[in-house]
């Protein structure tokens, strides 16, 4: 894993984790991942994830946004996008989810 100083998680000081599947993992029939996240030095706070997954030639990449949830105390996802690309048919297929509105659910578990 490499380490790079970046500042692109809404303007706030934040250092980029770039990661990628062991050569050992590449080499059985199994999807290859790589990616790379965004973490708040101060606060240990994971910010942003962007992982790429690679199957049979066909990648996936899906960006998630973290934000702080001040009424439940929690970072939570509010935003992913999704790009998919298939070799076969060559098209790519995109997608976003917004979340939000976020609540507790009371349970009795006894």
Known sequence: MSWQTSDCCDGEHCCRGLWDTPPAARAVRCAAAEGRF????????????????????????????????????LWLPVRMD??????????????????????????DVS
């Open 38 to 73: 965004w973490i708040e030095p101060s606060t240990g706070r994971v910010v942003q994830t962007e992982p790429t997954l690679r199957s049979a030639g066909n990648p996936a990449r899906i960006g998630v946004r973290y934000a702080d949830q001040r009424k439940l105390g």
């Open 82 to 107: 999704g790009k998919y690309e298939t070799a076969s048919e060559s098209r790519t297929i995109t997608g976003r989810a917004d979340y939000r509105e976020f609540r507790t659910i009371e349970a």
